[in-house]
Protein backbone atom coordinates (compact mmCIF):
# COMPACT_ATOMS: atom_id res chain seq x y z
CA UNK A 1 0.00 0.00 0.00
CA UNK A 2 0.96 3.35 -0.67
CA UNK A 3 2.14 5.71 2.00
CA UNK A 4 -0.84 8.57 2.10
CA UNK A 5 -3.36 6.15 -0.14
CA UNK A 6 -6.75 5.85 1.80
CA UNK A 7 -8.46 2.62 1.91
CA UNK A 8 -11.30 3.84 -0.74
CA UNK A 9 -8.61 4.98 -2.80
CA UNK A 10 -6.68 1.80 -2.62
CA UNK A 11 -9.86 0.00 -3.58
CA UNK A 12 -10.77 -1.94 -6.68
CA UNK A 13 -13.73 0.79 -7.95
CA UNK A 14 -15.41 -2.00 -9.79
CA UNK A 15 -15.25 -4.15 -7.20
CA UNK A 16 -16.74 -1.81 -4.53
CA UNK A 17 -19.60 -1.18 -7.20
CA UNK A 18 -19.95 -4.91 -7.18
CA UNK A 19 -20.09 -4.84 -3.61
CA UNK A 20 -22.57 -1.53 -3.21
CA UNK A 21 -25.02 -3.17 -6.15
CA UNK A 22 -25.21 -6.41 -4.14
CA UNK A 23 -25.64 -4.76 -0.86
CA UNK A 24 -28.76 -3.04 -2.65
CA UNK A 25 -30.08 -6.35 -4.09
CA UNK A 26 -30.30 -7.71 -0.79
CA UNK A 27 -31.71 -4.82 0.91
CA UNK A 28 -34.40 -5.15 -1.69
CA UNK A 29 -34.80 -8.69 -1.59
CA UNK A 30 -35.10 -8.60 2.07
CA UNK A 31 -38.17 -5.53 1.76
CA UNK A 32 -39.59 -7.83 -1.06
CA UNK A 33 -40.14 -10.99 1.25
CA UNK A 34 -41.99 -8.25 3.68
CA UNK A 35 -43.94 -6.59 0.99
CA UNK A 36 -43.04 -6.85 -2.76
CA UNK A 37 -45.93 -3.75 -2.76
CA UNK A 38 -43.30 -1.61 -0.75
CA UNK A 39 -40.81 -2.53 -2.52
CA UNK A 40 -42.05 -1.31 -5.74
CA UNK A 41 -42.85 2.38 -4.34
CA UNK A 42 -39.70 2.64 -2.67
CA UNK A 43 -38.61 2.09 -6.11
CA UNK A 44 -40.72 4.29 -7.77
CA UNK A 45 -39.41 6.85 -5.62
CA UNK A 46 -35.98 6.60 -5.84
CA UNK A 47 -36.43 6.39 -9.92
CA UNK A 48 -38.67 9.51 -9.78
CA UNK A 49 -36.02 11.39 -7.23
CA UNK A 50 -32.99 10.23 -9.90
CA UNK A 51 -34.96 11.30 -12.95
CA UNK A 52 -35.47 14.76 -11.12
CA UNK A 53 -31.59 15.04 -10.39
CA UNK A 54 -30.80 13.91 -14.24
CA UNK A 55 -33.00 16.74 -15.43
CA UNK A 56 -35.36 13.92 -16.96
CA UNK A 57 -32.94 12.42 -18.67
CA UNK A 58 -33.05 8.76 -16.93
CA UNK A 59 -36.56 8.08 -18.46
CA UNK A 60 -35.22 8.06 -21.38
CA UNK A 61 -33.57 5.14 -20.67
CA UNK A 62 -35.78 3.00 -18.31
CA UNK A 63 -38.33 0.46 -20.22
CA UNK A 64 -41.51 1.93 -21.06
CA UNK A 65 -43.21 -0.46 -18.33
CA UNK A 66 -40.90 1.29 -15.15
CA UNK A 67 -41.24 4.46 -17.01
CA UNK A 68 -45.05 3.83 -16.05
CA UNK A 69 -44.77 2.39 -13.06
CA UNK A 70 -42.47 4.94 -11.29
CA UNK A 71 -44.99 7.51 -12.93
CA UNK A 72 -42.38 9.22 -15.24
CA UNK A 73 -44.73 8.08 -18.39
CA UNK A 74 -48.17 7.55 -18.81
CA UNK A 75 -48.81 3.79 -20.59
CA UNK A 76 -48.84 4.23 -24.52
CA UNK A 77 -52.06 3.09 -26.00
CA UNK A 78 -51.45 0.29 -28.57
Do not use: F, N, W, Y
Amino acid sequence: MLVGMTRAESADPVAATDDDAAELIAQLRALAGADPADVRQVVAEVLAALDRAAGGALREHLPETIRVDAGLDAPSKA
